[in-house]
């Protein structure tokens, strides 16, 4: 039977911080990687860079992991922010399925996501993606100290917006 490996990220809707990715098993064991805050700061976000950071290190998880073709069967978030690396399988003729990732990977990874703010400094409420708390609170937190703009994805045109209404 082939090992099932899952490939998903926690921290894209969130405005704090980069962006957590794992490559897991069914029992949400894996390896974790952070994509850098500066991949999605700058009046917008150079998607052509952060495609090619998220390629490199999806291929970096899978190689940690001693995926082998022969053995393992990858099934990979089919979200936008995906669309690279599924093209990276494609070219490079990786057998994979675009899938909603659900159950125990995505629990890990967001357990994983929330530590990665916490170490940030942002106030977690619960181990879950964002941290447990709402858009909305993450905004207010940042609006709270100009020097959070450092861990703020300043990309988002519409987050500038957003925040600029909280100061």
């Known amino acids: 039977m082939k090992r099932k490996l899952y490939i998903d990220e926690s921290g894209w809707g969130c405005p704090v911080g980069g962006v957590t990715i794992g490559v897991m098993t069914e029992d949400g064991k894996g390896?974790?990687?952070t994509i850098h805050?500066?991949?999605f700061q700058g009046d917008v976000i150079d998607m052509q860079r952060l495609n090619e950071e998220t390629v490199k290190q999806t291929a970096a998880l899978l190689a940690k992991s001693s995926y082998n073709s022969d053995?393992?069967?990858i099934y990979v978030c089919r979200g936008p922010f995906w669309g690279a690396v599924r093209k990276y399988f494609d070219f490079n003729y990786i057998r994979y399925k675009a899938i909603k990732i659900i159950g125990k990977p995505q629990t890990e990874l967001g357990r994983k996501n929330s530590?990665?703010?916490k170490s940030l400094g942002v106030p977690v409420k619960r181990e879950l993606?964002?941290?447990g708390i709402s858009f909305?609170?993450?905004v207010k937190w940042l609006a709270q100290d100009n020097a959070r703009l450092?861990?703020?994805k300043t990309g988002w045109e519409g987050l500038r917006k957003h925040y600029k209404d909280k100061k």
Request: charged content about 25%; proline content about 0%.
């Open 115 to 117: 530590v990665y703010l």
């Open 37 to 39: 805050t500066k991949f």
């Open 150 to 152: 450092l861990i703020m």
């Open 136 to 138: 909305t609170d993450h």
């Open 129 to 131: 993606g964002h941290g």
């Open 31 to 33: 390896m974790f990687r």
């Open 71 to 73: 053995k393992d069967f």
